[in-house]
């Protein structure tokens, strides 16, 4: 067996890459109902196993089941998770509620997702080298405990994510029965499909990814095709002003720079030796190609559609399913053919953020973590279904405000993590002690990484630019919240990270 030692802060350690970090007895050290499988001799349990189910939840992979080599996957993974109708309404924010015009929107929406994309896909990079799912990772700068408060934020991320995109798939499917299809029925199929394919784990989600793209991108080339003759490019009733465009950037930022919090779940089963480059790569394409593209045709259409009756018909009351729908009636019964491929588009959003869920809920209550993944995908959709129905007459408000918030927690986060391996760590991936990712004695105290996201909080909620708050910064310069949160929690963590090495050594 090869062995390397390596000197990290007071402390000698061995660092064997083929040690099986599931069974390490270092790693049940103080917290060791994480790391037993009695879970597994449950009879439903065995069963679904031996169906080819993945029941892992947080516990490490080690660099032995480390095996996969198609890097490629990870492209479709962000390629068909953001090709979707709610790509498409994040970009019809930019004219409808920070009246910006076409030419302003695209800008934005191309400036805001190249530069905040790089971020999760950068670690996306991680996975692979640690084997750690991304709030596992953030044990190793927010600690055991600390880490709770951004896997709770985390946790309200995806869910609004799911019910933003059980809305749309619902008024969708509705928009095309003529009546016969409540808002409400719509939201529960879209549920209900997204559920069975998360519960089947990473295998069935990643072979569903692979596809889920494909008859989404026929939907749009349909529509473009018949509607694009009424696309046009009206001047906007005002001038842009820099505080409509950050604001609309802050926007679009919490779209994007969210995925931060989940990035390496979908990427610790590739094999250790995969090019960081290529990784990100992937990544990087898979976010952007999709999301500006379908942003920037959001902004088109909906900029449209007040000169096009029956577009301005099917939007009625902001309802984005609809006005897809008015585009595609032009071609009879195949538009709701393709309308209906278009309501289920969301399911492929849906259900990696379901299982993405079910890990972050095992890092928030960690004695959870030995009950079998699935079983939280399941709490997931029952959270789900109820909230998404109460939510969906009010969907632009829940959007716009969603958004927005969303991007300050994350970009703290985002920067913190960075710091303590840029900086902190040197970029070095052995320095992370993975024997001791469930050990909260040994793991940081976390009080650096949350006393600089307090600290950050003095000047991001001045920053703010809400319907229920508009700080005394933003009045002049519009939402510069995430891009504060991002530098500040980033600048305070470095002082305070290395207080905190003297008192508790680096793991």
């Known amino acids: 067996m090869v062995t390397e030692k ?5 402390e000698s350690k061995i660092v064997d890459p083929d040690v099986d970090v599931e069974l390490d007895a270092a790693s049940s050290q ?48 962000w390629l068909s998770f953001n090709f979707n109708i709610l790509s498409f309404s994040a970009g019809t924010l930019g004219p409808v509620i920070f009246g910006l015009g076409l030419r302003d929107s695209c800008l934005v929406i191309l400036f805001f997702n190249l530069l905040c994309s790089a971020l999760p896909s950068y670690l996306a990079t991680w996975g692979p080298k640690l084997g ?21 934020f985390n946790l309200c991320s995806m869910m609004g994510f799911c019910i933003l995109n059980c809305i749309l798939g619902g008024q969708t499917l509705a928009s095309i029965s003529e009546g016969h299809l409540s808002w409400s029925v719509g939201i529960v199929i879209i549920a209900v499909l997204s559920l069975l394919i998360s519960f089947c784990g990473f295998r069935v989600l990643s ?39 950050l604001s609309f950037g802050a926007t679009i930022a919490g779209f994007v720079i969210t995925y931060c919090s989940l990035s390496s779940d979908f990427t610790i089963y590739y094999h250790h030796s995969v090019p960081s480059w290529k990784l990100f790569l992937y ?32 939007y009625a009351d902001g309802n984005v399913g609809g006005l897809v729908e008015a585009m595609l009636q032009p071609v009879g019964n195949f538009g709701k053919f393709l309308t209906v491929l278009m309501a289920l588009s969301v399911t492929a959003n849906i259900a990696p953020t379901l299982y993405s869920f079910s890990l972050s809920f095992q890092v928030f209550i960690p004695p959870f973590s030995v009950i079998p993944r699935y079983m939280f995908s399941i709490l997931a959709t029952a959270i789900l279904i109820p909230v998404s129905i109460i939510g969906a007459h009010k ?17 703290a986060f985002g920067a913190i993590v960075l710091v303590e391996h840029l900086l902190i760590r040197r970029g070095d991936f052995s320095t992370y002690d993975i024997r001791f990712w469930n050990n909260y004695r040994r793991l940081p105290t976390g009080l650096a990484a949350l006393g600089a996201c307090l600290l950050a909080c003095g000047l991001i909620v001045p920053s703010m630019d809400q319907v229920w708050f508009v700080g005394p910064i933003a009045q002049k310069t519009g939402d510069i919240g995430f891009e504060l949160a991002f530098v500040t929690a980033g600048l305070f963590y470095v002082p305070l990270r290395y207080l905190e090495l003297r008192f508790r050594p680096l793991v």
């Not at 793209?213 to 490019?233: D, E, M, Q, R, S």
């Not at 942003?295 to 009756?309: I, W």
């Open 283 to 314: 990544s990087y394409l898979g976010f952007n190609i999709p999301i500006i593209l379908l942003q920037c045709l959001g902004a088109a259409v909906v900029l449209s559609a007040p000169f096009v009756p029956a577009w301005e018909t099917g």
């Open 207 to 245: 072979l569903y990814e692979r596809l889920a793209w494909i008859p989404v991108l026929i939907v749009y080339l349909v529509a473009l095709g018949v509607g694009g003759k009424h696309l046009t490019n009206p001047p906007p009733a005002e001038a842009a002003t820099a505080p409509a465009i």
């Open 30 to 77: 103080g917290t060791s109902y994480a790391t037993k499988d009695w879970h597994y001799s449950h009879r439903w349990t065995r069963k679904l196993l031996e169906l080819g189910l993945e029941t892992r939840g947080i516990t490490p992979v080690s660099q032995r089941e480390r095996v996969d080599t198609h890097y490629y996957k990870i492209f479709f993974i």
């Open 132 to 152: 750690l799912r991304q709030m596992c990772q953030a044990r190793y700068s927010f600690g055991y405990f600390g880490v709770i408060i951004p896997a709770v």
């Open 395 to 411: 969907f632009y408000d829940t959007l716009t405000n969603f958004l927005g918030l969303i991007g300050y927690w994350a970009s």
């Open 6 to 10: 390596s000197r990290v802060g007071d």
